[in-house]
């Protein structure tokens, strides 16, 4: 079945490093990809998207690509702040308007 | 604020106890989810409600009994937890269908088993 595997967390970086969180993923034929944040106390919001090979999502400096080649979908950021501490979740929606499956999240901390 | 309100936010049962999660959707959607979220695993959907009727159940232990009396509201009624079942529960919900389908959450139900 699908699947999401994320890097086991937790991340602690300083104010302005560079971001990577890595997710890679299980499925057959086309699924769409996400990334979805969780800031403390509150709950899951939709990051960014991508729906086929080689799209680019992008939201508040966050930037995901789907590479089909490696099922990968790596989420970054170049310069990161302290309002970015939070868990991230990947996930996929398979072909044909299947439910989403998540990862088990990363949670973030961004020191000052 | 996304429109999906859960209470209580915080919750402390023993095993014998007989409790129940309330959420509220103020979207319109014609969806909602629960969902649970444990500590390094993946996030787990438990049960979802389309037009107010069950069209998923994954495999959730019957000490867990959903309840749908409208399209704006979902319940999750506990009987005999477990320790285990010490988790954050997520409720969301949802319009549309396929690639336009966009989940909202709520805050969670950080749940405590004693």
Not at chain 1, 27 to 40: C, E, K, M, N
Not at chain 1, 55 to 64: L, M, Y
């Given at each position: 079945?699908?699947?999401?595997?994320?890097?086991?967390?937790?991340?602690?970086?300083?104010?302005?490093?560079?971001?990577?969180?890595?997710?890679?993923?299980?499925?057959?034929?086309?699924?769409?990809?996400?990334?979805?944040?969780?800031?403390?106390?509150?709950?899951?919001?939709?990051?960014?998207?991508?729906?086929?090979?080689?799209?680019?999502?992008?939201?508040?400096?966050?930037?995901?690509?789907?590479?089909?080649?490696?099922?990968?979908?790596?989420?970054?950021?170049?310069?990161?702040?302290?309002?970015?501490?939070?868990?991230?979740?990947?996930?996929?929606?398979?072909?044909?308007?299947?439910?989403?499956?998540?990862?088990q999240g990363t949670r973030l901390t961004i020191n000052p | 604020e996304t429109g999906v309100t859960q209470t209580p936010r915080h919750l402390?049962?023993?095993?014998?106890?007989?409790?129940?999660?309330?959420?509220?959707?103020?979207?319109?959607?014609?969806?909602?989810?629960?969902?649970?979220?444990?500590?390094?695993?993946?996030?787990?959907?438990?049960?979802?409600?389309?037009?107010?009727?069950?069209?998923?159940?994954?495999?959730?232990?019957?000490?867990?009994?959903?309840?749908?009396?409208?399209?704006?509201?979902?319940?999750?009624?506990?009987?005999?937890?477990?320790?285990?079942?010490?988790?954050?529960?997520?409720?969301?919900?949802?319009?549309?269908?396929?690639?336009?389908?966009?989940?909202?959450?709520?805050?969670?139900?950080?749940?405590?088993?004693?």
């Amino acid at each position: 079945g699908n699947s999401v595997t994320q890097m086991e967390g937790p991340v602690t970086l300083s104010e302005e490093a560079f971001l990577t969180i890595n997710c890679t993923y299980t499925a057959t034929g086309y699924p769409s990809l996400f990334w979805y944040v969780q800031y403390p106390g509150e709950g899951l919001q939709l990051l960014l998207k991508a729906t086929k090979a080689d799209d680019k999502g992008s939201n508040k400096g966050f930037e995901a690509t789907y590479r089909k080649e490696t099922t990968s979908f790596h989420l970054e950021k170049g310069s990161v702040q302290v309002s970015d501490s939070a868990v991230y979740f990947c996930a996929l929606r398979g072909q044909g308007a299947q439910k989403l499956v998540f990862g088990q999240g990363t949670r973030l901390t961004i020191n000052p | 604020e996304t429109g999906v309100t859960q209470t209580p936010r915080h919750l402390v049962m023993g095993m014998t106890n007989k409790k129940s999660l309330k959420c509220e959707q103020h979207l319109g959607h014609n969806a909602m989810y629960w969902y649970k979220q444990s500590a390094k695993k993946p996030l787990e959907l438990m049960f979802v409600y389309s037009l107010e009727e069950r069209v998923e159940n994954n495999s959730v232990p019957s000490r867990f009994s959903p309840e749908c009396p409208n399209s704006s509201h979902l319940f999750l009624h506990l009987h005999t937890l477990q320790p285990e079942d010490s988790a954050l529960y997520l409720c969301a919900s949802s319009q549309g269908s396929g690639e336009n389908e966009k989940l909202f959450f709520g805050s969670g139900t950080q749940l405590s088993v004693l």
